[in-house]
């Protein structure tokens, strides 16, 4: 059978680098990078390190409005399934990519299969949730990380085609954990359990003002290390608002380029704690026993609110600080994300759909 995986962004790349093995074993597959995410640091570097191979297409997208990026994707998806048509396309997550690939399978009557199916933050006014919802509904497979995710799915009135697998991203963490250098901790200047690990890239945080400064005030004003391995559009808006000479004279900040997923999982691992935005960090800070504090609007894993492990802060530098002094949990981590043979699982059922009866 050919499958067609899309990937686009640098959480995209892990979970491809996790599947693709597995898939490949049995079916022919076609790898499609969109070029949401084009710097070396978040795409390059990254397709190496994971050694995922060469895409069959490159779309080369790069940034833009939501609207234009996600148009100029469907353009260039449309001309790749006309070319290849497909018997099944594969998509991972909540990005734009994800989003235009279903819309453009969708009009060509490809069927699909979503990883990651139904996650959700309630909240349509984040993007991320926006295209989960559609993809969903777009999807004939739908493999889901978590029991909630599952749940969340029946309550919209999805339960054919639904899979409870787990997460492709604890596959790849047990297999990238084993391989982590621990000798390079030195290279970031830091000692292991000493300091704040920080990302921020969505574009309600970064782009403006307000909610940049006060996440920074909010986890500078702990007083320990930070290392911020940051994403290109945040260090620009950092020079826009005037803010890098302001953090250029906080002597306890280290501002890195982004760094590639076996060197994020050494810095995850030996972190006293790790602040993001980001959907997937606060998953591998818990798959680590590293707590995790959310400066979006709400966890995109409840899951991890619930069992004590991730609490939720978001733009607001006292709740942030307090967070920071006293947020200490030791708890259990219960195997909410599975196993770790999510993909094992994936393929199978693959296998199965795509087999005549």
Known sequence: MKVMSVVGTRPQFVKEAALSPVLREHHREVLVNTGQHYDFELCGEQFDILEIPEPDYDLGVGSDSHARQTAAMMVGME???????????????????????????AKLKIPMAHVEAGPRQHDMSVPEEINRIIVDRLAVLRFAPTILSVENLASEGMTDGVYLTGDVMYDIFLQAFERVDDERMGSFGVRPGEYILMTLHRPHNSDFEEPLREILEGVLS?????????????????????????????????????????????????????????????????????????????????????????????????????????FRPDGPRPQIFGEGDACEKIVDIISSWGSPD
């Open 79 to 105: 001309d790749v399934l006309l070319n290849e048509r497909p018997d099944l396309l594969l998509l991972y997550g909540d990005t734009n990519s994800t989003l235009a690939a279903a819309l453009a399978g």
């Open 222 to 326: 702990a007083g320990e290390k930070v290392i911020f391995p940051a994403h290109p559009r945040t260090v620009s808006n950092l020079e826009r608002f005037n803010m890098s000479g302001w953090l250029e004279s906080k002597p306890n900040i280290f501002i890195i380029k982004p760094v590639h997923y076996h060197d994020m999982i050494l810095l995850m691992k030996n972190a006293r704690v790790v602040v993001t935005d980001s959907g997937g960090v606060p998953k591998e800070a818990f798959f680590c026993g590293v707590p995790s504090i959310s400066v979006d609007f709400a966890s995109g894993w409840p899951e991890l609110v619930e069992v004590g492990w991730c609490s939720v802060a978001g733009a607001d530098s006292e709740k942030i600080s307090r967070l920071l002094e006293g």
